[in-house]
Every structure is written in structure tokens, then in C-alpha cells.
């Protein structure tokens, strides 16, 4: 059993690159790489390193700001005294930056999103999330400065209800990002 959630956690994977690819085109802002870390409301650490897309696409232009975004792509450990979950997640991610096209040295940006996150042991620190498929809600707030990013957010991860108990996960997190 141990092996099929090891290959359905690769297959996880493969499935979200070939789909961040897809439907993500270039544009100046290249691929990215992220690190981050948090803690969960009842001190489970969380460390987060992945990959992320800019979408290729911006609406809303005005002297505000514009909307846009990035697909993410990433790793997830979460443990709390040796009790340790290993997840991978997939998630678009709508961010709203305020006067991108200025030539500020440092653009503010809000951000929101829900994607979703296969996790190899529900089971962590007393919670029961009762499934290994989980979403993953976020919100957050950061600046750009030419190529890095720097963000704080809060993350939820949840099965929604499909499974019971639903205990769920909720994560303050800090996380810096290269773009290339």
C-alpha cells in the first residue's frame, strides 16, 4: 500500500507539471522557485519549496493596478516532533499588483487562490483530515522587488467535506521566490 502512494504522489506530480506547462505561455517574468516556511494554529512546522508559472494573461488594467497571477507547483512537509506528512500541491493563484507597469523598485500585491494537494498521510499531530486528497485555499499579501518575491499568507488545507472527520489545517506562512 505504501508503494501505490508513493506512485500516485509521482503521478501527482508528473500530471501537475505537464499541466502548469500547458497552459502556461513566457512571458519576461520566467519560470520561478520558491521556499517557505510556517506553522500550522497548533505549532505543526510547514516547509514548502516548488516552482512557479506567471500566467500569460493580465485583465483589469487600470492606474490601480492589474490583475494576474502564477501557477504553483510545490513540495510540502509538515511535521511536528518527528510525526511527519509529505504532500505535493498544484495550485492557480490570482494575484491583484498594484501599478506593475511603474517603475517602482518594490510592487504590492494581494493575492488569493484554491488548488489542490495529494498528501501521503492524513493522519498528523491528532488531526484526522481523513483523506489524502485535500485543497488548498490561500491568501496573502507581498511585494516584488526586479526578481524576487517576498509574500506572508495564511493557507488552509481541507478535504471540503468529502470525507469525515474533516479536521483541517490551518497555516501561517512566510515565503520568498526567484524569478528567472
Known sequence: MKKMKWWVMGAVVACSVLLACTMASAEPRGIGVF??????????????????????????????????????????????????????GFSPVFAYYFN?????????????????AYINDYLIAGRNLSSNFQFEDRIGIGVVMDRVDIKFGYMHYSNAGLASPNDGIDIWIGTVAWQF
Open 100 to 116: 506593475p507597469d511603474s517603475h517602482w523598485p518594490v510592487i504590492p500585491y494581494i493575492e488569493g487562490g484554491i488548488g489542490v
Open 35 to 88: 521556499g517557505g516556511y510556517g506553522q500550522s494554529t497548533d505549532n505543526i512546522d510547514v516547509f514548502r519549496l516548488g516552482l512557479q508559472k506567471p500566467f500569460s494573461s493580465r485583465w483589469f488594467d487600470s492606474r490601480t493596478g492589474a490583475l494576474s497571477g502564477y501557477f504553483e507547483l510545490s513540495y510540502n512537509l509538515w511535521d511536528k516532533s518527528g510525526d511527519t506528512t509529505h504532500g505535493v
